[in-house]
């Protein structure tokens, strides 16, 4: 019998356990979806997802990446990158009527993991509390060149 791997367990198997937690959660509350922000104007057709949707007092944040909203295309820089993907992250919490420190749960892919301390040391700057639990994955290519896709898991306070 093979065994999974980390890799594969947060690639294929977390997600699908987080979309039966968020079929779970609708039927039990109030759900809204927000719409994906800062899209190009060179993309003529919506993208077929929300950027978050909010279950009771659970928000599930869609994958995001670095691209620059006003050109999009992706940082320059992974420094640079990480700023552009954790302001959008920010953006749609906020929209949620959240906060960073409400984060429970994120996931970063990384082209490469030799960005591991650059983006440390940008998304240390966006919590003022603990930390949320974390999963920093090596992806290879990523969506239009991009250094980073993030996602996540925001909890609102009682």
Same mark, same amino acid.
């Given at each position: 019998?093979?065994?999974?791997?980390?890799?594969?367990?947060?690639?294929?198997?977390?997600?699908?356990?987080?979309?039966?937690?968020?079929?779970?959660?609708?039927?039990?509350?109030?759900?809204?979806?927000?719409?994906?922000?800062?899209?190009?104007?060179?993309?003529?057709?919506?993208?077929?997802?929300?950027?978050?949707?909010?279950?009771?007092?659970?928000?599930?944040?869609?994958?995001?990446?670095?691209?620059?909203?006003?050109? *999009?295309?992706?940082?320059?820089? +992974?420094?640079? =990158? &990480?700023?552009?993907? $954790?302001?959008?992250?920010?953006?749609? !919490?906020?929209?949620?009527?959240?906060?960073?420190?409400?984060?429970?749960?994120?996931?970063?892919?990384?082209?490469?993991?030799?960005?591991?301390?650059?983006?440390?040391?940008?998304?240390?700057?966006?919590?003022? *509390?603990?930390?949320?639990?974390? +999963?920093?994955? =090596? &992806?290879?290519?990523? $969506?239009?060149?991009?250094?980073?896709? !993030?996602?996540?898991?925001?909890?609102?306070?009682?």
């Amino acid at each position: 019998m093979k065994l999974l791997t980390n890799e594969v367990i947060m690639r294929y198997v977390a997600p699908v356990a987080l979309a039966m937690l968020v079929s779970t959660a609708s039927h039990a509350a109030t759900v809204e979806h927000f719409a994906p922000e800062g899209v190009p104007a060179s993309v003529t057709t919506a993208p077929p997802f929300s950027s978050a949707v909010m279950a009771g007092d659970t928000l599930y944040i869609s994958g995001t990446t670095d691209h620059d909203p006003a050109t *999009g295309k992706p940082a320059l820089d +992974a420094t640079a =990158g &990480a700023k552009i993907v $954790l302001d959008n992250i920010k953006k749609t !919490v906020e929209k949620a009527g959240l906060t960073m420190d409400d984060l429970v749960w994120v996931q970063i892919f990384a082209s490469d993991l030799k960005n591991f301390a650059a983006f440390n040391a940008v998304y240390r700057t966006y919590f003022k *509390g603990p930390m949320p639990a974390r +999963a920093f994955i =090596g &992806a290879g290519s990523l $969506l239009g060149g991009a250094h980073y896709e !993030v996602m996540g898991i925001a909890v609102k306070p009682k």
